[in-house]
């Protein structure tokens, strides 16, 4: 074996078969929305593509990103080909702990310097100079710093780590931000969700494997293959909303006929994310399939746009104590408009 | 903040609260002012019956119908779109529903008694189409009418402009045409409330004051005997 197995050797060791790989790199062209006839083409790049060295860190988050990238369905491939990158440094993945995974951290940066990827899932605290979250007395701001240095790219995985997710939700009391707010100069690419699909993240590991570059983001960092398209857009339940059928509650006929959640609050039309094609657990299904409106956890502060269970039209519209003032102030601004009109009608006709 | 954000929050709040106060400045303004004394013999005591103008004057009286009818037609149709677009569109019965719910306690559609029926987008879309072209339709015929031309300002054309703009950028948002969905609908709802803070203070304002109009109108001619 050689000191740098490929991908295509260690596929060949684990006894995944060239039909099952080109497979997999057809339904990765085909997620990212790449033509056709790329899948040879990333087929021979991902078979001769080297094991790269992944960082993955893991600050204000709830282990729910690992969770999703884990217990998709076992074994996949796309898990093996995750195996197949040197995951060097994972809290909950790794079997090193203390001073020695610490250690194993440090060394993988010193190593593949410039060239690791580093993976965050959680937002970063800090206020009160970060004190609010810590690895061995060193603040997670300092260490995503100190490892960020030599990273040839950034992933924040998860919401949390792409757009602060809900630990910055209102009232924010560690401080907390994204990724992105943080790191400069090295690209950023958000792969968010509240968890990301798995195949996202492996999709876009995949991406950076075969071309060595980051694919097409949106304005918002996302990856445009995967978050080009609304949930609403692609769901399947989207015919029912075009016809206004609507189901009223959860449990009325509306709702067993699996017509369209929007007046129960789904977030569909406003959310970017490829749940309703890639769907979740090998395809079985997504929230809106299983009966329950999209969150929007794929997009910005969307633990604090109002409830899950207000429909989107519903805004911030004021109160009735506003909308009182504004009535009794415009009332005495037309009654004094008035009486300063008839005063000069009056005048006028005292004139004449 | 984002644009959505800022549209469905503070900017959605201030605009109902300046339109709620422009309309009621404008009406209380008007309706205590006091009318001109009458100093002639009424030629007909019962002017109330007069109100029929309020009817009357919503079809062109027969000898002017060839001049009126273009008028006439294109508005009907302009203001029946965006009158069913406004009212029986889903996104925005939900929207009345909650304001109405905050105001008065209840949801609007429970006050009739029977359900408040909505149309399907595609129809609502279509019918904000012909509205839109009736639009464009009614702006041309001003521009190329001598008179029209003449007696029009700078209130009915930004007038037209904050009616035309929610129902075009509406559609782009149920189109999904040109930007991302969250901007398309932050820009038709900042267009919205564009048109609810000009609403009192241009000539939109006819929406409230019209029948009165007519009303009073009515009246004043009755009282002179003329023929409505």
């Known amino acids: 074996m050689t000191p740098h197995p490929t991908l295509g050797d260690l596929l060949t060791q684990r006894g995944i078969s060239r039909r099952a790989f080109l497979k997999f790199c057809a339904a990765v062209t085909s997620l990212m929305a790449l033509p056709p006839d790329m899948a040879p083409a990333i087929a021979q790049a991902l078979a001769k593509a080297t094991r790269p060295s992944v960082i993955w860190l893991s600050f204000q988050e709830c282990t729910g990103c690992t969770e999703s990238l884990t217990r998709s369905v076992s074994p996949t491939l796309e898990a093996l080909i995750l195996d197949m990158i040197s995951l060097d440094y994972h809290h909950t993945l790794q079997a090193a702990s203390g001073t020695a995974a610490e250690e194993a951290r440090e060394h993988a940066m010193k190593e593949a310097s410039g060239k690791y990827l580093l993976l965050v899932d959680g937002s970063i605290p800090t206020k009160d100079g970060g004190v609010y979250g810590t690895w061995a007395g060193e603040s997670f701001h300092d260490i995503l710093s100190d490892a960020v240095k030599g990273a040839a790219a950034v992933v924040a995985i998860g919401t949390c780590a792409a757009f602060g997710g809900i630990p910055k939700a209102n009232p924010n009391p560690t401080g907390a931000v994204a990724v992105s707010d943080l790191v400069k100069g090295k690209p950023v690419i958000n792969v968010p969700g509240c968890p990301p699909i798995a195949v996202v993240m492996t999709g876009v590991l995949a991406h950076y494997l075969a071309f060595g570059t980051i694919p097409e983001l949106d304005p918002l960092g996302r990856p445009k293959a995967f978050y080009g398209e609304t949930i609403h857009d692609r769901c399947y339940r989207r015919p029912f909303y075009d016809q206004g059928k609507f189901a009223k509650t959860f449990d009325d006929e509306g709702a067993r006929n699996g017509w369209c959640l929007y007046e129960l609050g789904c977030k569909g039309p406003t959310t970017y994310n490829s749940c309703a094609t890639i769907k979740w657990n090998a395809g079985t299904s997504f929230p809106i399939q299983s009966g329950h409106g999209c969150l929007g956890c794929s997009e910005p502060d969307f633990w604090d746009k109002g409830s899950f269970y207000q429909a989107l039209p519903t805004g911030d519209w004021g109160s009735a104590k506003t909308i009182g003032i504004a009535a009794a102030a415009g009332a005495a601004i037309g009654a004094a408009a008035a009486y300063s009109a008839r005063k000069r009608q009056e005048r006028s006709m005292k004139g004449g | ?228």
Do not use: C
């Open chain 2, 1 to 228: 903040m984002d644009l959505l954000a800022f549209a469905k929050g503070p900017a959605l709040a201030w605009s109902i609260a300046v339109f709620v106060f422009g309309v009621v400045w404008r009406l209380v303004g008007i309706f205590l002012l006091r009318g001109k004394k009458d100093l002639s013999e009424p030629r007909n005591n019962a002017s109330w019956k007069g109100l029929r103008l309020i009817v009357l004057r919503s079809w062109p009286r027969r000898e002017f119908f060839g001049e009126t009818a273009f008028t006439e037609v294109a508005g009907y149709v302009f203001h029946i779109g965006f009158l069913v677009a406004l009212f029986f569109y889903l996104p925005h019965l939900l929207f009345f529903a909650d304001i109405s719910r905050g105001l008065i306690g209840v949801d609007f559609k429970t006050i009739f008694g029977v359900g408040w029926p909505y149309l399907p987008g595609g129809v609502i879309f279509f019918l904000s189409a012909i509205s839109v072209a009736a639009l464009l339709a009614v702006l041309v015929h001003r521009l190329i009418n001598p008179v029209k031309r003449l007696i029009s300002n700078f209130d009915d054309y930004f007038s037209w402009f904050v009616t035309i703009t929610p129902i075009v950028t509406g559609m782009l948002a149920y189109a999904h045409l040109g930007a991302p969905y969250q901007t398309l609908l932050a820009i038709h709802i900042l267009s919205v409330e564009l048109l609810l803070i000009w609403f009192p203070f241009g000539k939109l304002m006819h929406a409230f004051t019209i029948f009165a109009v007519r009303g009073a109108t009515g009246m004043a001619f009755e009282r002179k005997g003329a023929t409505l």
